[in-house]
């Protein structure tokens, strides 16, 4: 049992490349968040979804897009990075019903 | 929109001393649910401890307890007996269950355990 990885952990970028992260979960959950975690703002929801086909905006979403075509995958993208979006990016994963969350072991994105 | 508001950015204890981390929320939902996530350097984000809102008995979990004050939407996190394991990034979070469905975190509390 994985739980939740995402792909990659590492990645530097140059400015206006384009990327996609990975959040993968085998645990079946409905339940999916992309946050990132820059210091000294804590973890900001960027998007989320509450089941297979269903995306919503969280408190930042601009400047990433997301995708969730099957179920145990959560896809965010970034089509024109940033130096801005140099964060590290967390994935979370929730059962229907349940409230705790299992995250992903993170991913450090440089834009340079 | 919910809120999680923590407003000591840092703090510090000696070993097996007592702390306390301070969060306030808000919200117009009646179902939720907090939460105090710990995050090592590791970077591994841990559950510390859960509160339904509807229990008005406050949840302990071995060192760790909280004092919810709901018509004063506070909801901080007491460590007793403090061990240098502690030290971590401490983050208080919301989610209103039944509702949007949003996980909200606060912005957290770096707290350091001195021996």
Redesign the interface.
């Known amino acids: 049992n994985a739980g939740v990885t995402q792909t990659p952990k590492f990645r530097v970028l140059k400015t206006g490349q384009s990327m996609t992260l990975l959040c993968a979960q085998d645990m079946n959950h409905e339940?999916m968040?992309w946050?990132r975690q820059d210091p000294?703002?804590?973890?900001?929801?960027i998007h989320?979804s509450?089941g297979e086909g269903t995306t919503?905006k969280?408190?930042v979403p601009d400047g990433y897009n997301v995708s969730r075509l099957k179920k145990q995958n959560f896809l965010l993208g970034l089509e024109s990075a940033a130096p801005s979006q140099t964060s590290?990016y967390?994935c979370?994963s929730?059962p229907q019903g349940r409230?705790?969350?299992f995250?992903g072991?993170?991913t450090r994105l440089t834009v340079v | 929109a919910q809120t999680v508001t923590q407003s000591q950015p840092e703090m510090s204890v000696q070993e097996a001393e007592t702390v306390t981390l301070s969060c306030t929320y808000d919200t117009s939902e009646s179902n939720y649910y907090l939460f105090w996530y710990k995050q090592p350097p590791s970077r591994q984000m841990i559950l510390v401890i859960r509160q339904e809102a509807y229990k008005q008995q406050n949840a302990t979990e071995n060192r760790f307890s909280v004092n919810f004050q709901k018509a004063a939407k506070s909801f901080s996190l007491k460590i007793s007996d403090s061990q240098l394991g502690d030290t971590a990034m401490y983050f208080c979070a919301f989610i209103a269950q039944g509702g949007s469905e949003k996980l909200v975190f606060g912005k957290g509390t770096k707290l350091t355990v001195n021996p």
């Open positions: 339940y968040y946050y000294g703002m804590g973890l900001r929801l989320y509450v919503a969280g408190e590290v967390f979370a929730r409230t705790e969350a995250f072991q993170g």
